[in-house]
């Protein structure tokens, strides 16, 4: 999983590559990574990914068994093959933090490099970024809609593929979730793991009780009790009369869980049988089609549930499963440059975007310039990576987190409702007006 | 990526297994996993990804690196963790061929094998199987609104990370693409690439008309170019002029590709630019937001186009980006099992689904039966693994194609459509119907 093949990338990019070096073209090309524009249902989004985008840079190396393969393809020659054997990327990257909230048009990662490097990396790039922001920006609505309750990602099983849990789970996380049910994605990321028992471990046992005691004796400190295979309100009964005998033997029950029906009816009947026991401290958890619209729901109906096993509709983003973004060649050779095509432009050169903050310390406001535009403002791109090589270590996820957790608590009011609100100002700045059209005069003027 | 983590599962499936390990709880458990019901937008589905769950299968096994990691968590105890490093996957599959088109509730694998076992894969397995038949069932229908064109998916970059544009490459594959822009798809599956140059390779020269020439040159038997950058038809008219100057060299310009704006108006327009010049011979690409809906209605509107290149929305299967399917208990220790959980019951019991056929060929009517039902029509499910071992060997790509294709030629014609049809008939049989009451009625006296 460390190393990602160089190959996991698109036939054209290869074909280009080959195109470049037979013609010696290979100036220092600048890409920028950025979103279009705003889906109707998102009024912010979250940056993720850059850690996986460093991993994949610096070890970015063509195998010969990879070679071998490309050998086989006769439209591919063999001194572009001896080319790619020596390839390794030795670009800059500038980038915004992990965590840190953007808008359209903002540029998340700048890549510098000779282009052949600069690319051939395009795909990844686009694949890792997209679709950790895309899920960091699901999260943290979710985060915004129950800000006190535990909350878990159970998405791996309805993810698109394993990279897709895995990254769900770190985004996720990154974006205010306590942890994750993905036992690799724990290992990989160091995300608290979090789980209890499936319907099947209760029909697997002839009697609902024994499955309650058989859990319980084998994970005495974590006992969560899932409680609606046959009735919720029965299977809390069985819960409540089993509780004085496992707490004879030491055994405290810490919470059930519920993952059918209507949540808000059975999480009230459930707390009444628990809170009539004396079992005040055991937690109600559900699970089952969960997202910010339901949770903000059921926040709306006082259901008593403590917390959230959320999977489907956060890990595929199933209200928006992708977003439109494009990485897109800004300068080349030191000349600024952007595509024309119908409803795609794109703003050229090497760019900046810089943030003011009210009294408060919440976004008030941001300007997109060019770089060497010195503003007093925040700058949020920052130099990561140096020829090839990280500045500043592999970002630490527990201070990406509690930074993700600082920008939503910087969010100004009217953009942390679940609907579309008004838009954050973002202003293009003068500089990079004038340098646009100074392109285009220059593309018209084209023999 | 050919062996997968065996931690990449749920945290629950190794607390359920160590309660089942401590309490020698060991029995023939039968899981089956099924969709439960057809998304509005969807009037089959197509099965895909058997192919990985059997290789997951024969090479599930637990590294000394995941034992360790594992053993830091003080949640499992040391002779479990014992009994992990043994752990091998020694069960039964039977399964419904991959391309197969199937319907709601109707198993298309079913696993029989000791309950620690056939519980821990649930994760893995709904992840590949899931997204694969998500896929697959997507590009089917974009092969159905668009049967006689060149269809090529160029999904990665915007794919839910690189598993997922690598399945999504095979699915769409399986359900009758001709290739992929994904290399390391096609170099793990068999799949055609295909691939042409982005707008950065246009932009990276000074002249549009010479970053065609020196794409040319390095691509002599490949040559197809990207015409949208500044212009669309004066992108053709460069092209055209470019083509005798090419012709004397001894390249023939194969294909020209549009990629923004209005796709019938430019395509009818670069059509007449290009026959004009007699070059009747070049085929025009289009891609860009691609889906079945856009290619009904480039075919109603007589566009002249020859090919596409689809990408995120089949990738992502944007307009249903998950299937509400389940991997669920049906028989334990010889006894049928199910759950009752509101509106989430299931059939219980070891089942098999036969098909009709009408005197055409065409499928005209399933029925759910239990595996011990002997009926004359064609059984779907097939023994494919025993103890462990493929029965079948490996799937063989191609095979599973035409097998696909001719699924897709067997459809009633009220199934081809892209909107909502008349439901295609499934019938629960009489015996699994009295079992499923003879379940109901064993749990309501369950103690």
Redesign the interface.
């Known amino acids: ?1 460390k190393q ?2 160089s ?10 590559l ?3 070096v ?2 010696s ?1 290979d ?1 220092i ?1 600048v ?1 920028e990574f950025f979103v279009r524009k705003l889906p109707e249902k998102r009024n912010f989004f979250m940056a993720a990914g850059l850690a996986q985008v460093l991993d994949y840079l610096e070890t970015l190396a063509f195998t010969r068994n ?1 070679l071998d ?2 050998a086989d ?3 591919f020659h063999p001194d572009f093959l001896r080319y790619l054997a020596n390839f390794r990327f030795t670009g800059d990257v500038h980038a915004i933090a992990e965590g840190t909230i953007f808008f359209p048009d903002e540029p998340i990662i700048r890549i510098t490099a000779p ?1 052949s490097q600069a ?1 051939l990396i ?3 790039v ?3 970024l ?2 950790q922001t895309l899920i960091a920006s699901k999260a943290a609505r979710i985060t915004l809609a129950a800000p006190e309750k535990l909350l878990v990602d ?1 998405g ?13 789970a770190r985004a996720s996380y990154l974006a205010g979730f306590s942890g994750t ?4 994605a ?2 990989m990321y160091g995300i608290p ?17 024994l499955a309650f005691e ?2 319980a ?3 005495p ?2 006992v969560v009790l899932l409680i ?5 309100e029965k299977g809390a009964d069985k819960m409540v009369a089993l509780a004085p005998r496992l707490a004879k033997k030491g055994i405290i029950i810490k919470g059930v869980r519920l ?3 209507d949540m808000v009816i059975h999480a009230k009947k459930v707390r009444r049988i628990l809170d009539r026991a004396g079992l005040t401290e055991v937690r109600i958890l559900t699970s089952g089609n969960l997202d910010e619209y339901k949770l903000a729901e059921f926040s709306h109906a006082d259901a008593p549930i403590d917390g959230f096993g959320v999977g ?1 509709r956060m890990t ?3 209200d928006v ?3 439109d ?1 494009a990485y ?2 800004v300068e ?2 030191g000349i600024a ?8 432009a794109t703003w050229p050169g090497r760019k900046q975007v810089f943030r003011s903050f009210d009294p408060h310390g919440r976004m008030c406001g941001d300007i997109i310039t060019l770089e060497n535009d010195k503003l007093t403002d925040t700058p949020l791109l920052q130099h990561v990576m140096k020829q090839g090589k990280r500045i500043t270590g592999q970002p630490d996820m527990k201070k990406s987190r509690e930074y993700a957790f600082s920008q939503l608590a910087g969010l100004p009011d009217y953009l942390v409702q679940l609907n579309k609100s008004e838009k954050y100002p973002v202003e293009i700045s003068k500089p990079l007006i004038e340098l646009a059209q100074k392109v285009d005069l220059r ?1 018209s003027i ?2």
């Open positions: 999983m990602i093949s190959i996991l990338t698109d036939f054209y990019q290869l074909t280009m080959q195109g470049y037979e013609h073209i100036d090309a890409f990879d393969y490309l393809d006769d439209r282009i690319q395009e795909t990844r686009i694949n890792i997209q679709f159970f791996l099983r309805r993810a698109h593929g394993a990279e897709a849990g895995l990254f769900a049910s993905t036992v690799l724990g290992k793991l979090f789980g209890t028992m499936a319907h099947s471990f209760i029909l697997a046992h002839d009697s609902e009780t058989h859990f004796e084998s994970h400190d974590n609606d295979t046959y009735d919720t993952d059918s029906g489907t595929t983003s199933a499963p992708y977003l973004c897109k060649l080349y050779a440059r952007r595509k024309r095509s119908e409803g795609k593309n084209e023999p």
